[in-house]
């Protein structure tokens, strides 16, 4: 199978510092990894697409200065989140693709709790 | 944008039973996604639909591409508790770009003993 990890699982930051998690697939390259918010009790909701060797593309409503995101690799995908505030706070998910709509895997996803 | 509703928003039935859920979408979409999500964890593929009016298992679940295009359903048949969780409905985002989703507003599933 596919298998995507995420690095921290959880992590508790103080307001105004700035929290990077990892996003890698194991046992498969990823040209393309997503990056999904969900708040409790919600969806996910997509944030940005994370293309190896280019830019991100980000979702309406979603600041590129403040979730920066790096694919350094075809394995590998980091989101930067800066200056974070308590409304950050979130479930982070990561998904790494493999070409079809049904070939997303997701990550175990990151919890985020800014003080 | 293209919404996808599902319903019931949650629900607690007792094991052993069978559970219906759906989506419904504003548009038409040409593939609909089935994930379950565990407590604190990423969702995981159940079943993928390609084709209006295709009806597909995987195990005790069975969905289906709704004819019209805007609507699916899933089955589960004789519940376990281990069959807790959330539920999510989705489809491709209609940009151009194949691979985006956009998920459901996602069915919270219950089980009790």
């Known amino acids: 199978g596919a298998v995507v990890s995420q690095h921290p699982s959880r992590v508790i930051c103080k307001s105004g510092t700035s929290v990077k998690i990892e996003c890698r697939s194991l046992d498969f390259q990823a040209t393309t990894m997503f990056w999904y918010r969900q708040f409790p009790k919600q969806s996910l909701m997509l944030m940005a697409t994370s293309n190896e060797g280019s830019k991100a593309t980000y979702e309406q409503g979603v600041e590129k200065d403040k979730f920066l995101i790096n694919h350094a690799s075809l394995t590998l995908s980091t989101l930067t989140v800066t200056s974070a505030h308590p409304e950050d706070s979130s479930f982070y998910i990561c998904?790494?693709?493999?070409?079809?709509?049904?070939?997303?895997?997701f990550g175990p996803g990151t919890r985020l709790t800014v003080l | 944008g293209q919404q996808l509703n599902q319903s019931p928003q949650s629900m607690f039935i007792q094991e052993g039973e069978d559970v219906s859920m759906n989506c419904t979408s504003s548009s038409i979409f040409n593939t609909w996604l089935w994930y379950k999500q565990d407590p604190g964890e990423g969702p995981v593929l159940l079943i993928a639909l390609y084709k209006a009016g295709e009806l597909t298992s995987n195990g005790r679940l069975t969905a289906q591409f709704g004819i019209t295009r805007k609507d699916s359903f899933l089955n589960i048949s004789a519940s376990i508790p281990s069959d807790v969780g959330i539920y999510f409905c989705?489809?491709?985002?209609?940009?151009?770009?194949?691979?985006?989703?956009?998920f459901g507003t996602g069915t919270r599933l219950q089980v009790t003993l």
């Open positions: 998904s790494a693709g493999k070409g079809s709509l049904a070939g997303q895997f």
């Open positions: 989705a489809g491709p985002i209609n940009t151009g770009t194949a691979s985006k989703l956009t």
